[in-house]
C-alpha cells in the first residue's frame, strides 16, 4: 500500500517534466497577456492569477521535501525501500530541472529584459557547483558503508536555494511587477543563489569531514581540503 511520504516523492518526481511544461506556457501565453500584450482569449486577471498559481505550487513541492522525511522518521510504518531509493532520485530530478529553468529560461523567454552575460554566467557557474555537490554526496552515500546523516549547513542550504530559485523564476513577470521590479527581483534572486553556493561548499566539506569515503577523497586530493 503506498505510503504518504511515498506519494509526496511521487509528486515531486513528475513535478519536474511538469513545472516545465507550465513555466513555457506561462512565459509564451500568461505572463504576456498579465503585462498587456497578449494574442490569446486571457484576461490580464487570469494570467496574474496562474502566475500566482505557479508560485504557490513550486512552494508546496518544495515543502514536500522537508514533509516526506519528517513522516517517515516519525511513523516507522510509513518508510519503505521504495522510498529509499526514489526520494533521492526526485529530489535531483526536481532539483535539476529548477535549476535549468533558471539558467536558460529567464534570458530565452524574458527578452524584454536587459540579461548581463557575466551574470548568467555567475548563475551557471553556482548551478555547476550545487548539482556536483548533489551528484557527489550521493555518490558518496551509495558507496558507503555507513550512514551519512543530513548536516543543519545542507538544510541550510536547500532552503537557500529554493528561495533563490523562486525568485529567479519570477523575475519578469507581474508578480515581480507588481511588488518591486523584475531587476530587483534577479539581483535578489542571484544573491541567493551565491549565498546557497557558499553553504554548498562548505556542507560538501562537512560531509568529506565526517564520512570515510570523504576522508579517502580530500586524502586523494589534497588541494581541496581548505582545513576551515
Not at 182 to 194: D, H, K, Q, V
Amino acid at each position: 500500500m503506498p505510503t504518504i511520504p511515498n506519494k509526496l516523492t511521487a509528486i515531486r518526481l513528475f513535478a519536474g517534466p511538469a513545472i516545465v511544461l507550465w513555466f513555457v506556457f506561462q512565459e509564451l501565453v500568461a505572463r504576456p497577456h498579465a503585462m498587456g500584450r497578449g494574442w490569446w482569449l486571457m484576461s490580464s486577471e487570469m494570467a496574474v492569477g496562474l502566475e500566482w498559481a505557479m508560485v504557490i505550487a513550486y512552494t508546496t513541492i518544495c515543502f514536500t521535501d522537508w514533509f516526506d522525511g519528517r513522516i517517515a522518521r516519525a511513523f516507522p510504518n510509513q518508510g519503505s525501500a521504495w522510498g529509499v531509493v526514489w526520494d533521492p532520485v526526485a529530489d535531483k530530478v526536481w532539483v535539476g530541472t529548477v535549476a535549468l529553468l533558471v539558467v536558460f529560461g529567464g534570458p530565452v523567454f524574458s527578452w524584454d529584459l536587459e540579461y548581463f552575460w557575466w551574470i548568467v554566467l555567475l548563475e551557471v557557474l553556482f548551478i555547476t557547483t550545487i548539482i556536483a555537490r548533489e551528484l557527489l554526496v550521493a555518490y558518496w552515500r551509495k558507496i558507503s558503508t555507513e550512514e551519512i546523516p543530513v548536516k543543519y549547513c545542507g538544510k541550510v542550504k536547500t532552503t537557500a536555494q529554493m528561495i533563490a530559485f523562486g525568485f529567479l523564476l519570477a523575475r519578469g513577470g507581474p508578480i515581480s511587477m507588481q511588488f518591486v521590479s523584475a531587476e530587483a527581483f534577479g539581483w535578489i534572486g542571484t544573491m541567493g543563489l551565491a549565498v546557497a553556493t557558499a553553504l554548498t561548499v562548505i556542507s560538501l566539506y562537512q560531509y568529506a569531514k565526517d564520512s570515510a569515503v570523504g576522508k579517502e577523497f580530500l586524502a586523494r586530493y589534497p588541494i581541496l581540503n581548505f582545513g576551515f
